[in-house]
């Protein structure tokens, strides 16, 4: 940005008041880091910030301090005001971290899910010049007994730690909202470790021209982190987890070890085969209630137990003395993620040692990986090397998919992507679509009118075996239609509809990777019309397959309902002969098949829509 200060290079040039500079050397922080030195002049000259260093460099100290100097030069907040400093983090074990901080120089109150609401209400009534907290629950707070808890007033310092995450799926719309209730001349301030250049102009957004600090490279593990990648087989994974703690612990029993999987279960499994070996261990992860998760941490610091077992939950911002060895037991699925990981050892210039295990089925995070190792100029293993390059050679040929960013992916373009998709969804299913929106359903239905000798010859042809002995069937021949002709009466054509009933009914339940869920009147179709149904969220898949729905529609409507092919996940090629799943809709006229399908639109959209809400929800 233009007009950048200069660094400081010492606490005394940061114009602090003297018992903040007292509490800094009483912490023994020796000097300012290279972010400190940049950011903190930056920010206090009233700049909006995005700051991007290593982990472990002191960013959490390069946005507090400045924060102090703007809250200690504004009047003391009143009764029933609302802070002066916010600050937002993804997680809630950052949240604890952040406000243990932030206690040390004023007050300071913290906010997150999973605790119970009512203690947070009372300490805010108290008043507090700084809330820490996650973006769900603050805006839980300000609706609270009809805003009356607090407010953001007085607000004018925000901060995002983990900024790049906070602007993912999940948390944009949530910061959105709490960020668009501040006041304009609010100051903004964004630090992360990691800022892939999705997030950097969607962040942009809410900042003023904002100045940007980067130390080193973007994404980047430091350089007093020893990596060690390692390619081994599901089963061999334990073994050599075992050799490693075994190695580490002969040594000195006073370190810390943080083993990472990517699954809850997992978690929960390895704790229980470690602990049957002898180590004593704890899990931490999103399922666990949110007492046993702050004390986990708070025993783990202590030195209670030396290892703990966790999923992504603790990969950002936490802070622990002595550990000194980071095993990634799952392997992290994309570049951001993995620096987060690894970055949890290694801290304030303290050396520790990464180790990461991929398996050959995992060859497409090996690219990632492969690309960390170049950025911070670490040893490639020849065999982590032949897994990126098989991996990318499939990518040329098209059998495999490039992943990208974990986080740039899910960024505000597929949210805007998504609302419009559910708009137009609910506009086509209440019949308020205009004539110059895109109908989405173009590609996923067509009607065909089925030639009526080409309907006969398929039933006559799928009676064969079940009328041979029937004498009134014996004048049963191809070139005969649907409607009946003077030589055969209304009794024999009654017994041939309810024996190609019988038949087709028969049929479809054997068909190919098709599942009959329920056929309306045995009567022939004239009308059809299919929908596309594997793309939809699993809930709106459920809500116009399972039997209480569809059986309403065809009592309804008289129409045949059917599910069809197989369902594949996103990305995954469908086998030749193979379809992805879809609905048949059969019918006498097109009114009915019609309404059939308004009704199933109808369940996909309510479906889509409650999928979308809950995801922008949590």
Same mark, same amino acid.
């Given at each position: ?12 040039? /940061?114009?602090?008041? @003297? ?42 100290? @390069? ?46 109150? /913290? ?18 010049? !700084?809330?820490? /907290? ?6 839980? #707070? ?7 808890? &607090? ?11 983990? @900024?790049?995450?906070?602007?993912? #799926? ?113 899990? !931490? ?39 000194? #060895?980071?095993?990634?037991?799952? /392997? ?47 040893? !490639? ?6 897994? @990126?390059?098989?991996? !990318? ?67 006559? &042809? ?82 116009? &397959? ?57 369940? #996909? ?9 809950? &995801?922008?929800?949590?």
């Amino acid at each position: 940005g233009l007009g950048c200060p200069k660094p400081v290079q010492n606490w005394s040039q /940061c114009g602090l008041p @003297a018992h903040v500079l007292d509490i800094i050397y009483h912490l023994n922080y020796q000097k300012p880091t290279a972010i400190q030195a940049q950011a903190i002049p930056a920010i206090m000259s009233g700049r909006d910030v995005i700051g991007v260093a290593k982990t472990g460099s002191g960013k959490t100290i @390069a946005f507090l301090l400045p924060m102090f100097r703007h809250i200690k030069d504004q009047r003391p907040i009143d009764s029933l005001e609302g802070p002066i400093a916010l600050i937002m983090t993804p997680t809630r074990e950052l949240a604890v971290q952040i406000h243990k901080e932030c206690k040390h120089f004023l007050k300071a109150v /913290c906010a997150y899910g999973g605790s119970p609401i009512k203690d947070q209400i009372a300490e805010l009534k108290r008043g507090a010049e !700084i809330v820490v /907290c996650t973006p769900g629950r603050i805006i839980d #707070l300000l609706g609270a007994n009809q805003g009356r808890v &607090t407010n953001l007033k007085r607000t004018s310092y925000i901060v995002l730690d983990e @900024a790049d995450r906070m602007f993912d #799926l999940g948390f944009e719309p949530q910061v959105m909202k709490v960020v668009n209730n501040v006041r304009p001349d609010r100051q903004t301030v964004l630090f992360s470790a990691t800022f892939p250049k999705q997030m950097d102009a969607l962040s942009r957004k809410i900042l003023q021209k904002p100045i940007e600090i980067t130390v080193g490279a973007r994404s980047v593990v430091a350089p007093e982190i020893q990596q060690i990648v390692e390619v081994c087989t599901e089963d061999n994974k334990f073994i050599r987890l075992l050799e490693l703690l075994g190695n580490l612990y002969v040594n000195d029993d006073d370190v810390r070890t943080l083993v990472f999987v990517d699954r809850q279960e997992a978690a929960d499994s390895l704790l229980r085969d470690l602990m049957r070996r002898g180590y004593p261990c704890m899990s !931490i992860h999103g399922g666990k209630d949110q007492f046993d998760r702050d004390s986990t941490i708070a025993d783990f610091r202590a030195g209670v137990f030396p290892i703990l077992i966790a999923t992504s939950v603790a990969a950002r911002g936490l802070d622990i003395k002595q550990l000194k #060895l980071v095993v990634n037991y799952d /392997c992290p699925n994309h570049l951001e993620d993995y620096v987060h990981r690894v970055g949890r050892t290694g801290r304030a210039g303290e050396t520790g040692t990464a180790v990461t295990f991929i398996t050959p089925e995992q060859d497409r995070y090996a690219a990632d990986i492969v690309r960390a190792l170049k950025i911070s100029k670490a040893h !490639i293993p020849e065999d982590v090397q032949k897994l @990126a390059d098989e991996f !990318i050679k499939k990518v040329k040929l098209g059998q495999e998919k490039a992943s990208g960013s974990g986080f740039g992916g899910k960024g505000l373009d597929r949210l805007d992507k998504d609302r419009d998709f559910v708009r137009k969804l609910q506009r086509r299913a209440y019949g308020e679509e205009s004539d110059e929106e895109i109908d989405i359903f173009d590609d996923d239905y067509e009607y065909s009118k089925m030639d009526s000798i080409d309907t006969a010859e398929q039933t006559s &042809t799928s009676l064969k075996s079940s009328l041979n002995n029937d004498p009134n069937a014996a004048s049963i021949t191809p070139s005969q239609t649907n409607k009946a002709k003077g030589n055969i009466t209304d009794d024999i054509l009654e017994r041939v509809r309810k024996a190609a009933g019988s038949v087709t009914s028969r049929l479809q339940g054997h068909s190919r990777s098709g599942i009959t869920i329920e056929s309306g009147p045995p009567d022939s179709r004239e009308y059809t019309a299919t929908i596309e149904i594997n793309d939809f969220p699993q809930k709106a898949r459920w809500a116009v &397959t399972n039997r209480t729905n569809i059986a309403r529609i065809i009592e309804s409507t008289g129409t045949s309902i059917t599910n069809k092919g197989n369902w594949y996940p996103p990305g995954k090629p469908v086998p030749p002969g193979e379809t992805k799943l879809y609905i048949l809709v059969e019918g006498e006229t097109q009114i009915s098949v019609d309404r059939a399908l308004h009704e199933l639109k109808r369940l #996909l959209t309510e479906g889509t829509v409650s999928v979308i809400s809950i &995801t922008i929800i949590i």
